[in-house]
């Protein structure tokens, strides 16, 4: 994140846009990423193969990524 303000004044969009960016992209990545500790252990418990999690879980990956590429234009367009 202390890379995201300099960034984000560079860029020209503001802090909070930034922070926004920087979240939605942090809970994607934890979702998916299979060194993820959260996410193995739970898909251990469950008895759930890391590939199947990805078969299950990419159209709803991609829904996820639509709504926060529309998310993300707004809080632009309005400087949120």
């Known amino acids: 994140m202390p890379i995201m303000a300099p960034l984000a004044d560079i860029v ?12 939605l992209g942090d809970g994607f990545t934890n979702i998916i ?4 500790a959260a996410l193995m252990g739970t ?3 469950a008895r759930v ?3 199947s999690w990805i078969k299950f879980i990419w159209k709803f990956m991609l ?3 639509i709504m926060a590429s529309v998310v ?3 809080a632009v367009f ?3």
Do not use: C, D, H, K
Request: hydrophobic share 55%; glycine share 10%.
């Open 43 to 45: 898909l251990g418990a």
């Open 33 to 36: 990423v299979p060194t993820s």
């Open 49 to 51: 193969e890391w590939g």
């Open 12 to 23: 020209g969009v503001t802090r909070q846009t930034a922070v926004l960016a920087f979240q």
């Open 63 to 65: 829904l996820l990524f």
């Open 78 to 80: 309005i400087n949120y």
């Open 72 to 74: 993300m234009i707004i």
